[in-house]
């Protein structure tokens, strides 16, 4: 089965600093994995998606993620953090099964400090 | 070309009432499903449609939920007798029928925020 660990549940990073949002993965076969990022009250946006091409795969907004089999991770980073950036980040897992339902992890709350 | 569109966005209900979600796909979109999100959590599968057919619904409690998508107009998700466990954010998100569908994001509406007092 398919599964995401969200290995932080709060990162806190200044303005202008980098951002690393960390994420391993669980699959029996090459996974579909993407972020979603989930604003205050809002639904989600996805960020990004890997789909077994490039593993280094950029998103919008200045966010990348790097897929890395031999670690079975796929960590969401931004060089320069920005407040607008401030928001929930799901690292999410496509079930390649026949409904292609998303399995989410439990989520990264990101605060960005003035 | 609009979104997927949910309504209400926020929907209080008493003890022992119903609560209908209402979710329009994304033009051209014939897959819809259906998530929940309890305070503090990530989103959980709930059901999964296709126009007239429930595919998966292996997320779904047993008793008191229910999800149709019709041929015509909206996919809802019914919830009966509504108790205060039930208060969450419900999103809906659809997909186009795609060979490669694995690949394939889903698109999520802002979500329907069920309040239960």
């Known amino acids: 089965a398919q599964s995401v660990t969200q290995l932080d549940s709060h990162v806190s990073v200044s303005e202008g600093t980098p951002v690393l949002l960390r994420c391993n993965y669980s699959s029996s076969y090459s996974p579909s994995l993407f972020w979603y990022v989930q604003h205050p009250n809002k639904g989600l946006q996805l960020l990004l998606k890997y789909t077994s091409a490039a593993t280094l795969v950029k998103g919008i907004n200045g966010f990348e993620a790097e897929f890395k089999k031999s670690e079975t991770s796929f960590h969401l980073t931004k060089p320069s953090a920005h407040m607008s950036d401030a928001a929930e980040y799901f690292c999410v897992v496509s079930d390649r099964g026949a409904t292609n339902k998303l399995i989410f992890g439990t989520g990264t709350l990101l605060a960005v400090q003035p | 070309n609009a979104g997927v569109m949910q309504n209400p966005r926020h929907l209080v209900r008493r003890r022992g009432q119903e609560a209908r979600l209402r979710c329009s796909p994304m033009k051209g979109h014939s897959h819809v499903y259906w998530y929940r999100q309890l305070p503090e959590e990530g989103l959980k599968f709930m059901v999964y449609l296709q126009k007239e057919n429930i595919i998966d619904e292996s997320g779904m409690p047993k008793e008191r939920f229910s999800a149709e998508f019709p041929k015509e107009g909206p996919s809802i998700l019914r919830i009966q007798q509504v108790v205060r466990g039930d208060s969450a954010a419900y999103f809906c998100?659809?997909?186009?029928?795609?060979?490669?569908?694995?690949?394939?994001?889903?698109?999520f509406g802002n979500g329907t925020r069920l309040t239960v007092t």
């Open positions: 998100a659809s997909s186009p029928w795609d060979r490669s569908s694995y690949n394939s994001p889903l698109h």
